[in-house]
């Protein structure tokens, strides 16, 4: 794969906190009175444990892109548990631990069990390519109070009603895998001429946050965002470079 632009801008970025982060360290030296780094808890008292190499470090939990399905599974044995099983979408096979966060405590008003859908995010940008299908579990206590499962994900949400079912909703149309070198048709704007439809993409069909990095543009922001799709278009409106950063 090509190292596209939006990369190397991301790689100067990063080399440049990690140069700033290891002057700072080298001023300030070791705390006094103390072993560095503060006093340890126990899960981190034992022998150091390295990152294997060659493998990318973990990012922090984001909401994943999408949620696609919901679904309570219910078992009689030992004395009867209900599993939530919720499906989604995120932007790339670089997200790990997918995992159910409950946002409620107890019984709501409405008896409805609140959940956010969560993953640990790629550290840095990604390239395009197809969303990846992601799952996670959460069993629940027989006798539970709950009448209905709710689950969030960063731009959508399924509810289930009725326990044990299912629900689910319609992914995405387009998760612009395919969209370098189309043209990039705004919404309410005419269709790029001389283009044929399949050589356009449409932002009505990209139901997810965009920037839009147009040739005349300045970029006030690059904080992080890992379910931003950025778009460079040319003057001609067509897409030369993309990530979801």
């Known amino acids: ?36 780094g503060g006093p ?9 444990q390295s990152q294997p190499p060659g493998q990318p470090s973990e990012g922090r939990p984001y909401p994943v892109m999408f949620v696609t399905s919901v679904e309570l599974l219910r078992s009689e044995r030992t004395g009867g548990i209900d599993i939530v099983r919720a499906r989604g979408l995120v932007t790339s096979n670089s997200w790990t631990s997918p995992h159910l966060l409950p946002i409620t405590v107890g019984k709501g008003i409405d008896g409805m069990l609140d959940l956010i859908f ?12 197809p969303f990846m299908v ?11 109070p709950y009448k209905g499962i709710r689950v969030r994900s960063g731009y959508n949400s399924v509810t289930l009603k009725t326990l044990p ?27 790029p001429a001389g283009q ?38 040319s003057d001609a409106g067509q897409i030369v470079d993309a990530a979801w950063d």
């Not at 992601?134 to 539970?144: F, I, K, S, W």
């Not at 946050?209 to 460079?232: A, F, K, V």
């Open 165 to 191: 079912g299912f629900a689910e909703a319609a992914a995405p149309k387009e998760d612009c895998a395919k969209c370098l070198g189309k043209y990039f048709q705004a919404k309410g704007a005419a269709a």
């Open 118 to 129: 969560q993953s640990s995010a790629p550290p840095s940008m990604s390239p395009l390519g």
């Open 1 to 36: 794969m090509t190292r596209t632009k939006l990369f190397a801008l991301a790689s100067l970025v990063a080399a440049g906190s990690m140069l700033g982060a290891a002057q700072l360290s080298a001023q300030q030296g070791p705390p006094q009175g103390g072993p560095q």
């Open 134 to 144: 992601v799952e996670a579990l959460l069993p629940l206590g027989g006798g539970h």
């Open 196 to 233: 044929a439809a399949g050589n356009i993409v449409r932002e009505e069909d990209l139901p997810y946050p965009l920037r839009i990095i147009r040739p005349n543009d300045g970029i006030p922001s690059y904080e992080y965002d890992p379910n931003r799709l950025t778009l460079l278009l």
């Open 40 to 48: 340890a808890t126990p899960q981190q008292s034992g022998p150091p």
